[in-house]
Nanobody, 123 residues
Framework: QVQLVESGGGLVQAGDSLRLSCAAS????????MGWFRQAPGKEREFVAA????????RYADSVKGRFTISRDNAKNTVYLQMNNLKFEDTAVYYC????????????????WGQGTQVTVSS
């Protein structure tokens, strides 16, 4: 079992930056690939970014490429999502997830989920 807790969300203006964190507890965090997803009201949960267990490889959705950076610190059991140049359309609840496959861009490939953190970008 892996428990995930996101933090760092908030209300920002367009063009601002935020860093989300996802703290993991439980077994063998470093053996899991990690992903970030987001869900806006009335929309499906969509893939944002993923990072493999070692941190050596990442994958991004086209909509965030060049603006968001996923990273992880296995010593701290934490994965991060640095979000720069935020846009109104980035407004959503952001979820982190853990799975055994990389790259995994569909939510069905992930086994464990956090409760989410709200990011609201005002235009």
């Amino acid at each position: 079992q892996v428990q995930l807790v996101e933090s760092g969300g908030g209300l920002v203006q367009a063009g601002d930056s935020l860093r989300l964190s996802c703290a993991a507890s439980g077994r063998a965090f470093s053996s899991y690939a990690m992903g970030w997803f987001r869900q806006a009201p009335g929309k499906e949960r969509e893939f944002v970014a993923a990072i493999m267990w070692s941190g050596d490889s990442t994958r991004y959705a086209d909509s965030v490429k060049g603006r968001f950076t996923i990273s992880r610190d296995n010593a701290k059991n934490t994965v991060y999502l640095q979000m720069n140049n935020l846009k109104f359309e980035d407004t959503a609840v952001y979820y982190c997830a853990a799975g055994i496959r990389f790259p995994a861009v569909t939510k069905e490939k992930y086994n464990y989920w956090g409760q989410g953190t709200q990011v609201t970008v005002s235009s």
